[in-house]
């Protein structure tokens, strides 16, 4: 226990950036959801799609570890606001563009603005946590679910309806996310003049193979977690219209009960790691699904709404667990670490909606939904994950630490 724990948790902070995630994935899911209106204003080729996916992603997950890296050495408080400020300035090329060349440049700069505010975002959930890291990320991290799930249904009712210039409307979410991020840059450099309340960087007594093996088991979870939600929800409805002959309404409303698992499950995964250890966390959350996921493509359609919802949140309440634990085995990296694992995640996402759509059109999609349900059996790695002993570290390494 470091000693942070004895500090106030600043639940005002971590609502505020709680929102500002709420509106930042938002507006990031809108950018899927806009395909359809680009492919046809401007006659866009499969390919140029993929381009653009290419460099909305990009950005957005490969750009996170090299920001966190860089302020990791030299905090910025108000680059969160300057990330947003990208995103605002991304919707509204996207908005009144009139060339493929200048849609490319909207979707990186789109991207740009998530990739500055992730890796800062989990580094501010941190700071303000009292200690209560997991409970932290949790509540940073249910505000992303909560928006992921709102761009689509405004997609549906505002850009699709009215077309392209109404993605400006968009541009005043970014503008409302300034403020607030403005706000917890405002707060974030006063805990800077104030080292005493900051958290003591601390340390551990692992050796650095131990801490790379950890580190690659770490990865290995990441990537059963996120490749098998991206086979829920990218093709949940799908799946359940061909197997169970169900229209797309119901699909939909299946496809919700789903993702409010999912929100749950984030919102309790930390503080429940919190209070019983981060690895039983990650052990029961991953490993234990498996025979939910092994049984989900043998039941009846009642049944699977059970499943699913049990999958949702037994998943989802890995991630927070996973970046605590990550985040300890790196101490004073928080930003480098934060920005690794959630531009993974984003990146996995990615991959793994076009490896299995390939898959679902070569085999179908009920042999993709088989195969997929042995990927939680990679739980099986969190055996080798050691338990962290955290130590507050010595003077002389807080100074150098401290980020």
């Not at 993929?50 to 992603?57: C, D, N, P, S, V």
């Not at 009139?98 to 990186?108: D, I, M, S």
């Not at 509540?139 to 249904?153: C, D, H, K, R, S």
């Not at 009846?300 to 037994?314: E, H, K, N, P, R």
Request: glycine fraction near 10%.
């Amino acid at each position: 226990m470091t000693a942070q724990s004895s500090a106030k948790t600043s639940f005002r902070v971590l609502l505020s950036i709680s929102f500002a995630h709420f509106l930042n994935d938002t507006m990031q899911s809108l950018m899927l959801a806009i395909y359809p209106l680009f492919k046809s204003d401007f006659q866009l080729s499969f390919a140029q799609i993929g381009l653009i996916t290419l460099a909305f992603q990009c950005t957005a997950s490969l750009l996170q570890p090299v920001v966190g890296y860089y302020t990791d050495r030299n905090p910025k408080p108000f680059s969160l606001a300057f990330g947003m400020g990208c995103t605002l300035c991304g919707l509204l090329l996207l908005a009144f563009a009139t060339q493929f060349e200048v849609v490319l440049l909207a979707a990186a700069l789109v991207g740009s603005g998530s990739s500055v505010f992730h890796p800062e975002s989990a580094r501010v959930a941190r700071m303000a946590s009292g200690g209560r890291h997991g409970l932290a990320q949790s509540i940073f991290q249910v505000g992303g679910n909560a928006g992921t799930a709102t761009g689509p249904l405004l997609a549906a009712w505002i850009v699709l309806p009215y077309g392209q210039r109404s993605i400006a409307v968009f541009s005043l979410i970014a503008l409302v996310a300034m403020v607030v991020l403005t706000g917890v840059g405002m707060w974030y450099r006063q805990q800077q003049k104030q080292p005493k309340k900051v958290a003591p960087a601390v340390a551990h007594e692992l050796p650095k193979r131990r801490v790379m093996l950890t580190l690659g088991v770490l990865l290995s979870l990441i990537f059963s977690k996120f490749f098998y939600v991206a086979s829920i929800h990218s093709y949940l409805m799908f799946y359940l219209m061909h197997q169970y002959g169900i229209d797309t309404q119901t699909a939909q409303y299946h496809l919700f009960y789903f993702l409010f698992a999912v929100a749950a499950g984030t919102l309790l995964g930390g503080p429940i790691g919190d209070r019983i250890g981060r690895k039983r966390v990650i052990w029961i959350s991953i490993l234990g699904v498996a025979p939910f996921t092994l049984a989900l493509p043998y039941v009846g359609l009642d049944a699977s709404v059970v499943l699913t919802m049990i999958i949702g949140f037994m998943l989802s309440s890995a991630f927070p667990a996973i970046l605590v634990y990550a985040q300890e085995l790196f101490p004073g990296r928080i930003g480098t670490v934060s920005g690794l694992f959630f531009g993974l995640a984003f990146g996995l996402a990615g991959i793994g909606a076009a490896v299995l759509g390939q898959l679902a059109d070569a085999w179908g999609i009920v042999a993709v939904y088989r195969l997929c349900a042995f990927l939680p059996l990679l739980g099986l790695l969190a055996v080798f994950l050691p338990d962290i002993r955290l130590r507050v570290a010595p003077a002389p390494v807080l100074a150098a630490a401290r980020a």
